[in-house]
């Protein structure tokens, strides 16, 4: 297997509360692979502790590939919609990352916004406002331009939350034809009826790893079981109960 992101002992907290804790795990390069736990597991906190957006208490995350750019889809309840931009001007913040301070986006940059605009189906919404479109399409517009920035690397929390089933097929689609190109894929999701169909890889956590690795192998009645506790009931089975 190889590896693409690799985290040991890792723990997180907020304020004073554990959030996550002893995280040990390896994610597989040209995967996709689903983050999966209840409400207040970790999911997102894990997330954005890969990307470099969370501060942590302990650990070390290790990406294997020098200082490649992370995409990032974030949820879409932590968006500010009414902020004044169109489709195409949300696509092309894509494509800054690779500018440089104070340059212009070139003929090149403005073509790939058109091309990933187009692969998501939004071609004639290019001149919209953001805060204009449904929940599906905005969701697509923010896929668009992770997409936009080319990178090896696509990290996407809860992306079918509040869509509609078109644009879940979609970017079930796309992120499908990234991973066979190479590209790794990693999904916070919460549906558990669709993690066979959607993912190669899960990982199944509350609070720390309860396991991690093919679907097939891993998403299994028991760890499910487990990963699904009640917090309390968790812990004595782990002997972390006092």
Do not use: C
């Not at 997330?47 to 957006?53: C, E, P, R, T």
């Not at 500018?99 to 290019?126: C, M, N, Q, Y």
């Amino acid at each position: 297997m190889s590896i693409a992101i690799r985290i040991k002992n890792l723990s997180v907290a907020y304020d004073i509360e554990p959030v996550i804790w002893n995280v040990n795990l390896e994610i597989e390069k040209g995967k996709i692979s689903a983050i999966v736990g209840p409400n207040g597991a970790g999911k997102s906190t894990l997330l954005k502790a890969i990307l470099g957006l969370q501060k942590t208490l302990t650990g070390e995350i290790e990406i294997y590939n020098d200082n490649e750019i992370l995409s990032y889809v974030p949820q879409n309840n932590s968006i500010d919609w009414d902020f004044p931009a169109t489709v195409f001007d949300v696509v092309l913040m894509g494509r800054y990352h690779k500018l440089g301070w104070f340059k212009r986006p070139t003929k090149k940059d403005k073509e790939i916004a058109r091309e990933v605009i187009k692969l998501v189906k939004l071609e004639e919404f290019s001149n919209r406002q953001i805060n204009d479109l449904s929940g599906g399409q905005k969701q697509r517009v923010f896929l668009a331009r992770a997409l936009a920035q080319e990178t090896n690397f696509y990290l996407l929390d809860e992306p079918f939350q509040g869509v509609d089933a078109m644009s879940e097929k979609m970017i079930v689609e796309i992120l499908k034809k990234l991973s066979k190109e190479g590209k790794t894929i990693v999904v916070v999701h919460h549906d558990l009826n669709t993690v066979k169909e959607y993912f190669d890889n899960v990982i199944l956590i509350n609070k720390n790893i309860i396991s991690s690795g093919k679907v097939e192998d891993e998403f299994t009645d028991t760890n499910i079981k487990l990963t699904y506790l009640e917090r309390e009931s968790y812990l004595k089975q782990r002997g972390l109960y006092k």
